[in-house]
């Protein structure tokens, strides 16, 4: 048997240690250095993306009370004082959505830094996917209900379509907001019956609530009065409606009388418009109504003449009506 005697030199050492470190190096800089700037970097582009949500969110809270600022006159200052878009409605709206978003940007980097990682270690990756793949599926159809409430639910919320305390139509059912989550939305109607409506099945949403509504009023009168001492005696009924307590803060407009809404044989409707803020048009309507009652029989003015009786109907076994 032969011996292969290796002999060293002076100068072997430094080159035998150059290759110990380089191979050390390639095992460093392998798959531990990979995974570690796989997840450095999925920290980073989620701390980035964070900050751009968190900057959306400021700017869209202050967005809408600029635009309610350049509203000018009566009208921007009243509806600045007394909708949601200006205080904790608005903020709380976009506070949910950003939350959504972080919620949503989590996910989604952490989930594919960690199949990255998964990849990089050697771990297969085409069953994992293929069984999630098969169980998306099948989830999709067994609750894609579900998912098509929740997504209606976000709309909902970031549209900013309706909040709590809002009194909507949504066409099954009219009634107070009680509660909005992404999949439900409570409401209470006027006889006190609490509704749960899915978020998915609300096709169509009237609020009553948003911005301002308008208090109508139609007052008849006989077809024999002269229209110009009417309209000027309800303007003078109306008129200083405004700067009266507490409708100086419920109105945005004042009450004017736009004309003749309808004539029949025996009387002419006026129509008189007031605009006001939202969920407040009944209580000037019952307003506008006392004072025109009033003014009426102040100035002697006639209202509409009843309709004639219709004739009387015989028996039907003949014979002669009696006298009423």
């Not at 952490?110 to 994992?128: E, N, Q, R, S, W």
């Not at 609750?143 to 009194?167: N, P, R, T």
């Not at 969920?279 to 209202?303: L, S, T």
Request: net charge neutral; proline share 6%.
């Amino acid at each position: 048997m032969t011996e292969i005697v290796v002999t060293a030199l002076p100068g072997d050492a430094t080159v035998f240690g150059a290759i110990e470190v380089g191979a050390a190096w390639e095992r460093l800089a392998g798959p531990p250095l990979l995974i570690a700037s796989t997840l450095i970097g999925a920290v980073v582009l989620r701390w980035l993306a964070l900050r751009v949500i968190e900057r959306m969110v400021a700017t869209a809270a202050t967005r809408s009370d600029a635009r309610l600022q350049r509203v000018p006159g009566r009208t921007g200052r009243v509806l600045a004082d007394v909708t949601g878009l200006a205080h904790e409605r608005h903020l709380q709206r976009t506070r949910t959505m950003g939350a959504i978003l972080r919620s949503i940007v989590t996910f989604v980097v952490f989930g594919v830094a960690i199949l990255t990682v998964m990849a990089t270690v050697g771990l297969p990756l085409g069953p994992l996917l293929a069984s999630a793949g098969v169980g998306g599926v099948a989830l999709g159809f067994g609750a894609q209900s579900l998912v098509k409430d929740f997504l209606s639910g976000i709309f909902m919320i970031v549209e900013d379509q309706y909040g709590v305390g809002d009194i909507v139509d949504t066409g099954s059912v009219t009634g107070t907001v009680e509660d909005v989550t992404l999949r439900i939305t409570r409401l209470r109607d006027a006889n006190g019956v609490v509704w749960y409506v899915r978020n998915g099945e609300i096709l169509r949403i009237g609020n009553k609530s948003q911005g301002w509504s308008t208090a109508l009023v139609d007052v008849q009168v006989s077809y024999e009065e002269d229209l110009a001492r009417v309209t000027r005696v309800i303007a003078e009924a109306v008129g200083d409606l405004g700067a009266a307590e507490p409708w100086s803060a419920l109105l945005i407009e004042e009450p004017s009388v736009v004309g003749i809404e309808s004539m029949t044989g025996g009387s002419v409707i006026l129509r008189i418009s007031a605009k006001c803020i939202a969920n407040e048009n009944y209580a000037v309507q019952r307003e506008i109504r006392e004072r025109v009652k009033a003014a009426f029989d102040q100035h002697g003015i006639v209202g509409a003449a009843p309709p004639p009786a219709p004739p009387p109907v015989p028996p039907s076994g003949g014979g002669t009506i009696p006298p009423p």
